[in-house]
């Protein structure tokens, strides 16, 4: 990038999609007959997708794009093109190449997002330890219609439980049929073989003591399934919820800014967990509630009053999990002074927000400081401005803040790069600026 206010010139890298979004109708048929299934990052981790995928449901365009690294004929180097012969409008294009773009802009404004804390760096959460303890984000996606478990609380444990079940009985049906051909060959049933089946006859026949060794494996394999079945049958969606505040964030150790919109999304979350499911009862751990904002402290009140929501003042000290795969809360109440201890269904550890990844990078490239915790530094009495002239930012590329914020200074943003670029008509003509 180089230029000034008014007059940038900025080269930008256009990824290339694979599929042609003037063609593309966004119905879907692609992802449909895709073989390829890969984690969703979307979703957190929790479920899959396509290698042919739209990036989020509402993303605009609504444009599907390749996964080239997971695609099997442009990461893998197989023959199969399977989307390019379902998609009717021809829009796939396997010959698509990134491009980079000469673009002359007036201003910039920068929206570059920001990132989560990662948790597991405090062991003492077990998070990717305890199954059934989640960020909120992860969350956030179980609860959402179009995640993982269509809005259902299933909880992390169960939803391996299925997952194992699934390659279970993926693996006894292959065992069946090799099973079944030696039946087919010899003529008999595998029960009647393994009556007549003698040990020291296996040197002599190899197909013969494959054969038995392969019955072993069918009846283990149905034995696990059925107590793995037995297991989901009986488990239940998350009733009992607690939240912890100010993972990540109001720490000396990792950040020690509040990261500002994490309490009244704790009492969101756990308000439209009740609207699923009545029976849901949420405990949010927190030193303070920040209810900072028009009507949050209503909004705080009603979810205790009407949505089984409890606020517990405390320090939360460690997790641990019974045999059920419950997670067991210690804390100290700072109102009894007590260390206790409560089982829950499952934890959600409100992690902090961090810096975008590849924002100190891009601060470099643009000649921008950043300020002492890495968002993009601006100035006190003008909030959108950057160190350099003609380049603003917006949402939590300044620092952590709500969606109606954002989007308010997202609109300004935008005012503020408008007044640049209407002035440089004008200077160009002679005109004031």
């Avoid at 979004?21 to 048929?29: F, Y």
């Avoid at 920001?114 to 984000?137: C, K, L, R, W």
């Avoid at 299925?162 to 008999?188: D, P, Y």
């Avoid at 490239?365 to 917006?394: A, Q, Y």
Wanted: proline share 4%; charged share 25%.
């Amino acid at each position: 990038m180089a230029g000034e206010a008014g007059d940038f010139q900025v080269k930008v890298r256009k990824k290339a999609r694979y599929v042609n979004e003037d063609l593309c109708t966004g119905c879907g048929a692609c992802a449909e007959k895709c073989p390829t299934s890969v984690t969703d990052d979307y979703n957190a981790g929790l479920g899959e997708r396509k290698a042919i995928y739209k990036y989020f449901p509402q993303g605009i365009p609504s444009t599907f794009c390749i996964d080239a690294e997971n695609c099997r004929q442009l990461g893998q180097g197989k023959k199969c093109g399977i989307c390019a012969k379902t998609c009717q409008a021809e829009a796939i294009d396997f010959e698509q190449k990134d491009q980079l773009l000469d673009i002359e802009v007036g201003a910039i404004v920068l929206a570059s997002g920001y990132e989560v804390f990662d948790p597991s760096v405090i062991p003492e959460y077990g998070y990717q330890h305890i199954a059934n303890v989640v960020t909120a984000m992860e969350f956030e996606r179980l609860l959402s219609a179009s995640g993982p478990t269509a809005g259902h609380l299933d909880r992390p444990s169960e939803l391996a439980l299925r997952a194992e079940i699934a390659a279970l009985e993926k693996s006894l049906k292959k065992l069946s049929r090799q099973v079944q051909r030696l039946e087919e060959k010899h003529g008999k049933s595998t029960a009647e073989f393994l009556e007549t089946w003698k040990e020291e006859a296996a040197a002599e026949e190899p197909e013969l003591k494959r054969w038995a060794e392969l019955a072993r494996k069918v009846n283990a394999s149905q034995q696990q399934l059925d107590s793995l079945k037995k297991i989901d049958a009986a488990s239940t969606t998350a009733k009992k919820l607690a939240f912890i505040q100010c993972v990540g964030s109001r720490d000396f150790r990792f950040n020690r800014f509040c990261s500002s919109y994490c309490c009244m999304h704790s009492v969101k979350e756990a308000m439209i967990a009740y609207e699923h499911d009545n029976e849901v009862s949420s405990s949010i751990f927190c030193m303070d509630l920040r209810a900072v904002g028009r009507g949050f402290e209503e909004y705080k009140l009603r979810g205790g009053q009407s949505a089984n929501i409890q606020y517990i003042r405390g320090r939360v000290a460690e997790i641990t999990e019974d045999k059920d795969h419950n997670p067991i809360v210690w804390y100290e109440s700072t109102t009894s002074r007590q260390v206790q201890q409560e089982t829950f269904d499952m934890v959600i550890l409100a992690t902090a927000c961090i810096p975008a990844a590849g924002t100190q990078k891009l601060a470099e490239m643009m000649g921008l400081e950043l300020n002492e915790h890495g968002f993009f530094k601006t100035d006190p009495l003008i909030p959108l401005d950057t160190s350099r002239p003609g380049i603003f930012v917006c949402g939590c590329a300044q620092g952590p803040m709500d969606i109606p914020e954002s989007v308010a200074q997202a609109s300004s943003a935008a005012a503020r790069a408008a007044e640049i670029v209407a002035a440089v008509p004008r200077a160009a003509a002679g005109g004031a600026k």
